[in-house]
Structures are given as structure tokens and as C-alpha cells.
């Protein structure tokens, strides 16, 4: 079989135009395609009681007109190249993204300079908005695991507004106004606050001249300060039961976790890959590639002897202290407490003695795959970009592969004692009744 | 920039498609067996899916753990389903890797031992999985809307079956499907990546050698009968926040020659920006949808044109009325030239980006030869998509849309239209 013979990882450029806009621009000449991605420092996080539930609604409102285009040809100017457009709010940031061809490319910074600087907000938009977001969060309810989701992370969170669910609470989205949603977006939207990326086949000189011209022009002001209360040491374990009609058992836990910026933040993500199998750092697609999951330590102790139908592991990227999760769903004639008392005696014995020499080189050899997988294409490569520097700085992406070699055994175990003391969880039960 | 594949076929009659594609060094195989749910025996619905639970829990000559941690240690990813039509498997994995996972990738699709003790955990599986769908609003209409569509048609059976037909599966009944069905010249398999043709055609060769099989009976899909008056069925479930709504009329066939007039009439439809028409309506101007869209699933047979919406329960009637109004207009005036240029210039631009990653061009050269479609047809399709004309658009859209003789199913906290 012959060596790989990929291209090489091409540099990334970087500069900041005078008003404070970032710009990280890397060439990928493979195929005929441009992906660019505008991401604002603001989420849920940054959201005040009464107005949960806003950066998500702006995002929404960033779509339905600017000062020289009109809702209605919004969405044409990007199908025009065959391309596809899309955007996200969680609880650090908030993104807008175009893949096309790349004859699109000026079109594409074009409408993301209107959509930084030019937002409409019409009220009469803004109003029926409000029934689509509406819409969207009872869709969610629909859903037993995203309810239990959100009702364990607002009670493993006493202070810290990443308890706040995204989509918002249903008072707030009920009762925010047009002029609440313009000033967030006045607030946040500016270009110190903002990173645009494009990745692709692209010159960068000739880019950087087309986000000269387009962006160049917005007014330049000061990047808002993000308040964020700080998360008091934990010292009770938590515990949340939802009781409703359905059909299937559902476990959750999220423990306290490091931030990705932590030390101890890789060394958990190679024990996430000894317990559930490795799931990468890409929250954009990684869900396309399963993690690969029938030796973990959870999935042979849960799935292989049919207590779970299922078993996930979670440890995302984020700018502060969120929450390593596990979920299982329950199989058919299993219990809640059978699925618990097997989840949390594995993570006992993971934390009293430690993984073993294999089970490192394992997820090293998972995590550098995901790597991988993580960048197959314009629109992940811009992606990842983009979401790293938005958090800490993309340097910190690029780095982790090669830091994967030097993470030690006892950084492993020592991350994995504090990450699962019985303090430090909180543990979500969904019962579902006839 | 097109595909070029490579296509060779076995002695045994396995069809081998190879890709290169060296912007990553990884690769995406996708191995078809073309049998699935369709294949179910009478009253044994979820066999194909009971099948496919249990391909990688042990085979002749590897156990469940080992594949395990064959596959496991190499950071691949190995996925495994069944549809109507086609049982997957699926693998993604670090070029240098290849040679250890594709012979475990089919392997497992050859010679599967189904362990006795493995039947019943994935068992269990599979019943949770109907149980999860049992309480999905989503789920529940899809599946009312497909048993009343196509009521005197096979495409009315589950595909993952009911929990009383995947009850009463034996060991011995997933032993019967896979030696029936899977057969050497049911197979195809794609793989695309950082690859040497040639060797990979060795190495999948080398895995598939001395398999010989008789061909496995011909099956072919009937037309479905029309439906001859309008159905609005109600699946109450009151615990739920929003209802599902899926409406839907019988399509066509992949190699129907209408199809590309379809697959363009369906873009403009529920597809173009933000939902095309049905979007416009429902979501943009009246705010009532968070999701609303039209899907076409043409293949073997005759599969349904759905559109599906999540809305309020108040909103109900007033969404089915705005779905009958948007797809009368379209049949009584057609989709406007501006419209259908724009589609078409949207789905032939969009092939480049489509086409990006391994797994995607190996999912779409499998599909175009499963239908004899050419395995140049990333090519063609840009010609093909521009000589569908406006008024073979508005042909297609009167042969397939029919708001009188519609079969809708409303899932959700929604009992019934009030009388």
C-alpha cells in the first residue's frame, strides 16, 4: 500500500483590519470551492436574566434583511453559485457561514459585512420571528433527551449563565422586544468582537483587498467586555428527575469539567475516548462520523450486556469551565438504577485506578484519526478555525495533535480523579410513564 | 472537476468502484448488499434491520471483540444499516489503515456467525429503537402517512418492523435472510480517498475470493395504486409540545424519465433558500414553522413526495391549508421560469460542494450504480439539469401533486380537525 500522499497542512494567514475585524484566511486548492465564516463572541452566555434566549434570536433576525438586501433576496444570492448557508448560536459564540463555488466569494463577504453592520430588525419580521423561535423550542420539547439535556445543565450550574439553555426560556422569548434585539445586536456585532475566516481556493492578497473594501468601512468600536459570573467550587451532588409520558428510559450526567484552555482538558478527552469511544473537536459535523466505540470501557459494559441501547460521551471545546457528559438510553425491560449503578461503579474504578498503557496509545491513535476526519473539507477547515480563535486562538487547534504525544498517564488519571467525584455531578433521570 | 471512477467487477460478480481523492489521507468504503427491508419475509418485519444489528457481533473467523478492537485501535469508524433496498456498511479510516479494515468490512457482510447471545442483546436493541420512534411525533406521522399512501403496496411494511414482528424473529430467520440475500453479485463497493486503484481492487478481491453464491431472485417494485380520496389521519399525543405534520402523494421512480423535472419542481417546492414555496409561506410569511420542506424519495420503486412541517396545534389547519393553496397554484400555473432557473442553477452549482468528502462521493457513485445511472454522471448532470424545460417542470408537478387525493398525517398534542 502506498505512503499517504496528501498535501501538506498549507500556513494560515492572519491580519486585523484597522476597525478590529480578525481575518484568518487559509488556502485549500482541491476543489473549486470557498468557504467563509463570520463568528461573533456572543452566546447564551452572555445573555441577562429576562433576555435569555437573545443571541440565538438575533441570529435569526441576521437573516431577514439588511440595509441592500431585502429578506427576500437573501437566500438567492448564495443558491445563485449552488451554495449552501447556515449559521449557529451557543453559549460563546454566534456564526454564519456560506460554502459556494468560488466566484461567490466577493457576494459572500458582502453579505456578511451587511449582516455585521446593516441588519434591518423590522418589527413586523422581528414579530414573526418570535413564533418560528417559539416554534423551534416546542420542537425541541418534543424530544425527551434534549429536555432532560437542558433541565441537567441548568441544575449543574448554580451561577454561571452557561445554565442558561440557548434556545432560551419560553417567558423571555415571549416577552423580548424589537428594541431589546437591536440593541444586543448594536452591542455585540462589531468588528472587534468578530473573526471572519475563509478557507479555500482563494488568493489571500486578493482576499484580504475584497475584506478591505467590504468590511473596511464599518465604524470601528470598542469590543464589549463579557461579564460572566464565576461557578463557586462544587460540594453537592445534584440530582434532576423529569416524569413524563413516553415510551423509553432516559441517563444523563455532566461533571464539572476543564475549559479547553485547561491543562487537564486533553488528557479528559483521552479518557472520554477510553469510555465512550473518541468524538473529536468538531461540534459543526462531528456527529457524521461515529465515534469508534465497541471496545470503550462504557459501550461493553452498558451495550454489549443490554443495559443501554446506546451510550454517548461528550467533552466539547469551551471558552470556560462547562460539563463532561454521559448519556445512555435504556433498553427495552432495563431500569434506570441497573443503567446507573453500572455507569457510575466504571467511572469509580476508572478514577481509583487509572487507565492503562494500551488504552492511552488507543485514544492517542482515535484522537489523531478525528483530526482527520475533522477537516475533510472547506466548510470543517474554516469551521474549526473560526470556533477555536473564537474561544482561545486556532494555534490551539492545530497544537493539540501534536500535544496528544505528550499527554502522560498520570496527567490521565489525575484528570479523571477530579472529574469524577460523586461532588461533582449531577444526574439526570428521564422516567417516562404510559 | 469530475469523478473519474474505476469500475471492475469480480469473476464472482461483486462490483468494485474506486475513487482517488488526496486532499486528506483517509478514505471513505461503503459496501451495499442490495437487499434490505423490501426483502423481509411475510409477517417478519425488522429482519433486514435485526440483520444488519448483528453483522459485526462475530463472524466465521472473528469475534464480536476482536473486531472491535481491530477497528476501535484504529480510530475507524465503522457504521452498519439497513434501508428499503440496501443494507451499508460504511467505514471511514487513516489511509495507512485500509489494508487492516476492509477486509473486516466485508468480512462481516459475507460470513456473520449471529452468536445465539448476541441475537437477543441486539434485539433488545432494535426494540428500543421502535419503542424511541413510538414516541416521536416525527416518526409517527411518517409512518401513518406511509401505511395509508400505500395501503395495497409492499412499501406500507416498516422498515425497522414493529415490536411484535422483530419479537418473533429466530436466529435461524436472520440466517435465511443472509443466505438468500447476500450473494456476490448483490454487492457493490465503493471506495474513495487516498488511494491506489489498482491495490484496492487487489485487496478487496483477495477478501471476497472463493465466494461464490447462486444470484439471489430478481425483485422488482410495483407501481402503487393512486389513492382515490383525500386522508387526514390524526395520531394523537398529548404529552407532546408541537405536532409533526407529514402530507404526502406517491412519486416515481429514480430511472423514471421525468425524475430531473421532479427532482427540480421538488427544489423550487420545498427546498430553494429556506424552504422554497412551502418555506415562503409558511415559516417566512406567517411565521408558523420552525421546519417545513419537501423531500423526493425516488428509487426502486415508486416512493412518496412528502412534505413535512412542526407546528402548533392551533396552526394546524391553517398549515394544511396554505400546503393545499402553494401546491395548487403550482398546478394550476406552474413554477415561475425565474424559479426554475434558479433551482436548476442551484442544484448544478451545488455538485462540486456535494462531492467534497470521501463519504459523500461514495454514497453518490453507489446510488448511480445501483440505477444504472453512469458512474459519469456528476458529469452529465449539469447538461441533464439544463435541458429540463419550464413546462416539463409544471408536467411533473400536475402528474405528482393532488390536494384532493393527498394522505396527510398529523402526530402530536392534536386530536382531529374540530367538526
Known amino acids: 500500500m502506498p505512503l499517504s500522499r496528501s498535501l501538506p497542512a498549507a500556513a494560515v494567514r492572519e491580519a486585523t483590519l484597522d476597525n478590529g475585524l480578525k481575518v484568518l484566511i487559509q488556502e485549500v486548492h482541491t476543489a473549486p470551492l470557498a468557504s467563509v465564516w463570520c ?12 433576555l435569555t434566549g437573545i443571541s440565538h ?16 433576496e437573501m437566500k438567492g444570492i448564495i443558491e445563485r453559485y449552488g451554495g449552501s448557508w447556515n449559521g449557529y448560536t451557543w453559549i460563546d459564540q454566534t456564526t454564519y457561514l456560506e460554502t459556494a463555488s468560488t466566484e461567490a466569494l466577493d457576494r459572500m463577504l458582502f453579505l456578511e459585512a451587511e449582516r455585521m453592520d446593516a441588519s434591518l430588525y423590522d418589527p413586523a419580521e422581528c414579530e414573526s420571528e418570535r413564533n418560528v423561535i417559539i416554534s423551534e423550542l416546542k420542537g425541541g420539547e418534543n424530544d425527551p433527551e434534549q429536555l432532560l439535556d437542558h433541565e441537567l445543565t441548568t441544575a449543574a450550574f448554580a451561577v454561571h449563565p452557561y445554565r442558561q439553555p440557548t434556545i432560551g426560556w419560553l417567558p423571555d422569548l415571549e416577552r423580548m422586544t424589537r428594541d431589546d434585539l437591536y440593541a444586543h445586536y448594536r452591542r455585540y456585532y462589531v468588528p472587534s468582537n468578530a473573526t471572519l475566516v475563509i478557507a479555500g481556493d482563494v488568493d489571500p492578497d486578493d482576499v484580504l483587498a475584497r475584506v478591505e473594501h467590504h ?16 461557578e463557586p467550587e462544587v460540594r453537592a451532588e445534584r440530582r434532576v428527575i423529569l416524569r413524563r409520558a413516553g415510551t423509553t428510559a432516559y441517563w444523563r450526567a455532566g461533571f464539572h469539567a476543564p475549559a479547553l484552555t485547561d491543562p487537564a482538558f486533553l488528557p479528559l478527552l483521552c479518557a472520554d475516548a477510553v469510555l465512550t469511544g473518541a468524538g473529536g473537536l468538531n461540534i459543526w459535523s462531528g456527529h457524521k462520523v461515529p465515534p469508534p466505540q465497541r471496545s470503550a470501557r462504557l459501550y461493553r459494559a452498558l451495550v454489549d450486556r443490554g443495559l443501554a441501547s446506546s451510550i454517548a460521551g461528550s467533552l466539547l471545546p469551551t471558552e470556560q469551565p462547562f460539563l463532561y457528559y454521559v448519556a445512555a438510553t435504556v433498553a427495552e425491560g432495563r ?45 470543517d477547515i474554516a469551521h474549526q478555525l473560526g470556533y477555536f480563535e473564537t474561544i482561545a486562538s486556532w494555534r490551539v487547534y492545530h497544537d493539540l495533535a501534536g500535544r496528544l504525544g505528550d499527554v502522560t498517564i498520570d496527567e490521565v488519571n489525575d484528570a479523571v480523579r477530579r472529574c469524577f467525584r460523586p461532588e461533582n455531578r449531577t444526574i439526570g433521570w428521564f422516567e417516562p410513564h404510559e | 472537476m469530475p469523478l473519474f471512477p474505476n469500475r471492475h467487477v469480480l469473476g464472482n460478480g461483486a462490483t468494485i468502484i474506486t475513487v482517488e481523492n488526496h486532499t486528506t489521507p483517509s478514505i471513505g468504503m461503503l459496501v451495499g448488499v442490495r437487499a434490505g427491508s423490501y426483502q423481509d419475509p411475510p409477517g417478519a418485519d425488522g429482519t433486514a434491520a ?28 465503522l457504521t452498519i444499516g439497513a434501508g428499503r433496498h440496501q443494507t451499508s456498511v460504511s467505514a471511514i479510516c487513516l489511509a495507512d489503515d485500509l489494508p487492516a479494515v476492509a477486509p473486516i468490512a466485508l468480512d462481516i457482510v459475507r460470513s456473520p456467525s449471529f452468536p445465539a447471545e448476541e441475537v437477543e442483546t441486539r434485539r433488545a436493541e432494535l426494540l428500543t429503537a421502535i419503542a424511541q420512534e413510538e414516541d416521536d411525533p416525527a416518526a409517527r406521522a411518517t409512518d401513518a402517512m406511509m401505511e395509508a399512501l400505500y395501503e395495497k403496496h409492499p412499501y406500507k411494511r416498516r422498515v425497522r418492523g414493529t415490536a411484535a414482528s422483530v419479537a418473533r424473529l429466530s436466529r435461524a430467520d436472520l440466517q435465511a435472510f443472509h443466505g438468500n440475500w447476500f450473494t456476490p453479485c448483490a454487492l457493490t463497493i465503493v471506495v474513495a480517498g487516498d488511494i491506489d486503484p489498482a491495490a484496492v481492487v487487489d485487496l478487496v478481491g483477495s477478501s471476497l475470493d472463493a465466494w461464490t453464491s447462486a444470484p439471489p431472485p430478481s425483485v422488482t417494485v410495483p407501481d402503487a395504486p393512486l389513492p382515490g380520496e383525500r386522508r387526514l389521519i390524526a395520531v394523537p399525543m398529548m404529552n407532546k409540545a408541537q405536532t409533526d405534520v407529514a402530507y404526502g402523494f406517491v412519486g416515481l421512480r429514480r430511472t423514471d424519465p421525468d425524475y430531473y423535472a421532479a427532482w427540480v419542481m421538488n427544489n423550487a417546492l420545498g427546498h430553494f433558500g429556506l424552504g422554497g414555496r412551502l418555506g415562503e409561506s409558511i415559516r417566512e410569511r406567517q411565521g408558523m414553522a420552525y421546519y417545513v420542506f419537501s423531500s423526493l424519495d425516488a428509487t426502486f420503486g415508486p416512493g412518496p413526495l412528502t412534505i413535512r412541517a412542526g407546528v402548533a396545534p392551533a396552526n394546524v389547519e391553517r398549515t394544511l391549508a396554505s400546503i393545499d393553496v402553494e401546491l395548487t397554484r403550482i398546478v394550476v400555473e406552474g413554477l415561475t421560469s425565474t424559479e426554475v432557473a434558479e433551482s436548476k442553477q442551484y442544484l448544478a452549482g451545488s ?9 459523500a462521493i461514495a454514497s453518490f457513485l ?15 448532470l449539469p447538461g441533464i439539469l439544463a435541458g429540463v424545460t419550464d413546462a416539463q417542470v409544471h408536467a411533473v408537478a400536475r402528474r405528482l401533486l393532488h390536494p384532493p387525493t393527498a394522505t396527510i398525517a398529523v402526530a402530536g398534542p392534536w386530536r382531529g380537525t374540530t367538526p
Open chain 1, 335 to 379: 431500569t434506570l438504577r441497573e443503567v446507573e449503578d453500572v455507569v457510575l461503579d466504571e467511572l469509580g474504578r476508572i478514577a481509583r485506578d487509572g487507565i492503562t498503557d494500551g488504552e492511552l496509545a488507543k485514544a492517542r491513535a482515535q484522537l489523531r484519526a478525528r483530526f482527520v476526519y475533522d477537516g475533510d473539507s472547506v466548510t
Open chain 2, 366 to 380: 453507489m446510488s448511480a450504480e445501483l440505477f444504472g445511472l453512469g458512474l459519469d454522471l456528476d458529469a452529465r
Open chain 2, 50 to 77: 435485526l440483520v444488519a444489528r448483528l453483522l459485526d457481533r462475530g463472524t466465521a473467523t472473528r469475534t464480536a471483540a476482536s473486531i472491535a478492537d481491530e477497528v476501535d485501535s484504529r480510530g475507524a469508524s
Open chain 1, 57 to 72: 434570536w438575533c441570529e435569526h433576525m441576521n437573516f431577514k434583511g439588511t440595509r441592500n438586501i431585502p429578506r427576500d
Open chain 2, 351 to 359: 455538485i462540486p460542494r456535494q462531492l467534497e468528502t470521501n463519504a
Open chain 1, 215 to 230: 468590511f473596511g468601512g464599518i465604524a470601528a468600536r470598542p469590543r464589549p467586555e463579557r461579564h460572566t459570573a464565576i
Open chain 1, 39 to 50: 463568528w461573533y463572541r456572543v452566546g447564551s452566555r452572555d445573555e441577562a436574566p429576562g
